[in-house]
C-alpha cells in the first residue's frame, strides 16, 4: 500500500527549531493533500498543518500558527514541517497522513487514509 516515511525527529531545547520531513510515493504524491498531526502522552490525536495538493493552500492549529511552516515538494515527493519557538508543549510523535479524495487539506484526520510511522519530539526546558 501507500507509504510515507517521517523522518527528522529528535530532542531540541525550548525556543530551538527543527524541521521534519515526510517522502511519500512518486507516482501519486502530487495528487494527495497532506497534514500533519501529532499525539502526546495522554492526549488525543491532534492536527497541527495542513496543505492542499498544490501547496497553494495550508491550515494550521491555533497551538502551533505562526510558529509552524508546512510545505511541500512534490518534484521530491516530500512535504516538511518546520517548527520554530519550539515549546515544551510541542512534544509529542508527529505523523504525517494522506488524504486522497479532497485537494485542499482538512483538518480531520478522519479522512486521512494513508499514515506515516511516527516521529518523535522532544522539547526540552
Known amino acids: 500500500q501507500v507509504q510515507l516515511v517521517e523522518y527528522g525527529g529528535g530532542l531540541v531545547q525550548a525556543g530551538g527549531s527543527l524541521t521534519l520531513s515526510c517522502a511519500g510515493p512518486?507516482?501519486?504524491?502530487?495528487?494527495?493533500?497532506m497534514g500533519w498531526f501529532r499525539q502526546a502522552p495522554g492526549k488525543e490525536r491532534e492536527f497541527v498543518a495542513s496543505?492542499?495538493?498544490?501547496?497553494?493552500?495550508?491550515y494550521y492549529s491555533i497551538a502551533v500558527n505562526s510558529r509552524f511552516t508546512i510545505s511541500r515538494d512534490n518534484a521530491k515527493n516530500m512535504v516538511y514541517l518546520q517548527m520554530n519557538s519550539l515549546k515544551i508543549e510541542d512534544t509529542a510523535v508527529y505523523y504525517c497522513?494522506?488524504?486522497?479524495?479532497?485537494?485542499?487539506?482538512?483538518?480531520?484526520?478522519?479522512?486521512?487514509?494513508?499514515w506515516g510511522q511516527g516521529t518523535q519530539v522532544t522539547v526540552s526546558s
Open positions: 512518486e507516482d501519486t504524491f502530487s495528487t494527495y493533500a
Open positions: 496543505i492542499s495538493q498544490t501547496g497553494g493552500r495550508t
Open positions: 497522513a494522506a488524504d486522497p479524495k479532497r485537494s485542499y487539506g482538512s483538518m480531520s484526520q478522519l479522512v486521512y487514509e494513508h
